[in-house]
């Protein structure tokens, strides 16, 4: 794990587990670009 990022652990059961991370933190950067951490 980079980070430890807490979804990390959450998806860690899944089998789909790896899928649904890459997918989470492609979803946050995106938000990010948006301006999310703009504030």
Do not use: K
């Not at 794990?1 to 649904?20: I, N, Q």
């Amino acid at each position: 794990s980079s980070g430890g990022h807490v979804d990390e652990t959450a998806f860690a059961w899944s089998p789909d587990g790896r899928l649904l991370a890459e997918s989470h933190q492609i979803r946050f950067l995106r938000r990010a670009r948006e301006g999310f951490i703009g504030h």
